[in-house]
């Protein structure tokens, strides 16, 4: 069946830091890619998507290749801040009916 | 577009009651998706609707849970007989267009605490 895996957290990363979430995936057909963000107290958003190998979705200055002959779709961004700190889920998606999700990691960025 | 409503936003209830939950999806959005996470999980797949049809039904829901999505609008998430296995946040979804490559846009979930 199809699975994700996240790197573990949780990342601690002081403001303006490089920002590297490992996100690996098998499918069993040829899926899309997602990452969602969940800010405290806040529902899960769509932060970003990719669609098919090599493409590259990016939103809020961050980044995810969509990297089919290493299955990963890794989630960077340059510098971040601390309104960046929240949960970041990584999730699949091979036909119109469900999504599979990460655990989530962790991200908290300090002053 | 005021995004995904749920209903209630928590609920406490005593083991071996039924609890039923309301999803309000963005209303052009013809698919609704119920998911349940907990502690330091992600969301874990329940069920999903396209219009008032139920199109696929996750093997882990047990007969204990049944959904519905009358005239294609709301859906009800019900549990029946909660067990303490059963607290979770049961997030709801909807989305737009039929294939793969459309994201989802989640409510702010039912905190279910079962005592």
């Known amino acids: 069946g199809d699975s994700v895996t996240q790197m573990e957290g949780p990342v601690t990363l002081s403001e303006e830091a490089f920002l590297t979430i490992n996100c690996t995936y098998t499918a069993t057909g040829y899926p899309s890619l997602f990452w969602y963000v969940q800010y405290p107290g806040e529902g899960l958003q769509l932060l970003l998507k990719?669609?098919?190998?090599?493409d590259k979705g990016s939103n809020k200055g961050f980044e995810a290749t969509y990297r089919k002959e290493t299955t990963s779709f890794h989630l960077e961004k340059g510098s971040v801040q601390v309104s960046d700190s929240a949960v970041y889920f990584c999730?699949?998606?091979?036909?119109?009916?469900?999504?599979?999700f990460g655990d989530g990691t962790t991200l908290t960025v300090k002053p | 577009d005021t995004g995904v409503s749920q209903n209630p936003r928590h609920k406490i209830t005593k083991r071996g009651q039924n609890v039923t939950f309301r999803c309000d999806p963005i209303?052009?959005?013809?698919?609704l998706y119920w998911y349940r996470q907990t502690l330091g999980q992600g969301p874990e797949f329940l069920t999903y609707f396209q219009n008032e049809a139920q199109l696929e039904k996750s093997r882990l829901l047990s007969d204990r849970f049944s959904a519905e999505r009358p005239k294609g609008s709301f859906s009800t998430l019900e549990i029946q007989r909660t067990e303490q296995g059963d607290s979770a946040m049961y997030l709801c979804?909807?989305?737009?267009?039929?294939?793969?490559?459309?994201?989802?846009?989640f409510g702010s979930g039912t905190r279910l605490t079962v005592v």
């Open positions: 990719a669609t098919k190998a090599d």
């Open positions: 209303s052009e959005h013809n698919r």
């Open positions: 979804a909807s989305s737009s267009g039929q294939g793969v490559d459309y994201g989802y846009t």
């Open positions: 999730a699949l998606r091979t036909n119109a009916g469900k999504s599979t």
